[in-house]
């Protein structure tokens, strides 16, 4: 099967090696493109080399990629996925990975460490105030690091190709500007994703863990009982 697969244009280079190891074909489609914002940047970068931070929470790739090279004294580091993780290693080879995809679970993870602790989340200019209110109750203090500000391409997405299409985010769902139709199968990369297309009219067949992985794994679920198999 072809996929499309909503990614910012900065990202989606790892896709098709995890797609081709399901079975598909898989190409970008970009709803945003992320525009750096390098003040932001490089003061969470001194900062964490004037070790202010006692752990540093990545909840993307783009903002593991940017900061990485620039940071020389590594706090404790969570990575939300895998994909995250792997980026971050290049720098830093003491990386933990949560064992879910959803920033919800940051808090229970680290649990009564967190307490009396300081947590930098560099991230998209997007706030996530159930976080930092998650983090605050847990007796430590957050600050959100506005790495990157998302713009919408306002770009038709090309679908033309795909026989299903994967939304990754709530926001590139909510951005997007595309054309449905009757055989396009549509894809949710998680619950969160899922809640958000289906508030849109556009409810998913199939909804992934959070991760293009499962997502995957889901899908070839799905299309195995599709065809009788």
Not at 26 to 43: F, G, K, M, N
Not at 90 to 115: H, I, K
Not at 164 to 192: C, E, M, Y
């Amino acid at each position: 099967m072809i996929l499309a697969i909503t990614r910012l244009q900065e990202k989606g280079e790892e896709d098709a090696p995890v797609c081709q190891r399901y079975g598909h074909i898989c190409y970008s489609v970009s709803p945003l493109r992320a525009e750096i914002l390098w003040d932001q940047v490089h003061a969470c970068a001194e900062a964490a080399n004037r070790g202010e931070y006692d752990c540093l929470f990545f909840s993307s790739a783009l903002p593991a990629r940017i900061l990485g090279p620039l940071i020389h004294r590594w706090p404790r580091t969570i990575a939300i996925g895998p994909q995250t993780a792997r980026t971050l290693t290049a720098w830093n080879d003491q990386v933990e990975t949560l064992p879910s995809f959803y920033s919800r679970d940051f808090v229970p993870y680290l649990g009564v460490w967190l307490s009396g602790k300081r947590v930098g989340i560099p991230r998209a200019d997007v706030p996530n105030p159930e976080l930092i209110a998650a983090v605050g109750k847990a007796g430590a203090t957050a600050e959100e690091i506005r790495c990157y500000r998302l713009i919408p391409t306002r770009e038709l997405l090309d679908t033309t190709r795909a026989s299903a299409l994967l939304f990754t985010s709530a926001g590139s769902f909510q951005a997007a500007v595309w054309k449905n139709r009757p055989d396009l199968l549509l894809l949710a990369i998680g619950q969160v994703t899922a809640a958000a297309m289906g508030k849109g009219g556009s409810p998913p067949t199939v909804i992934g863990d959070g991760s293009l992985e499962g997502t995957l794994q889901e899908l070839n679920r799905f299309l195995e009982h599709d065809h009788g198999g």
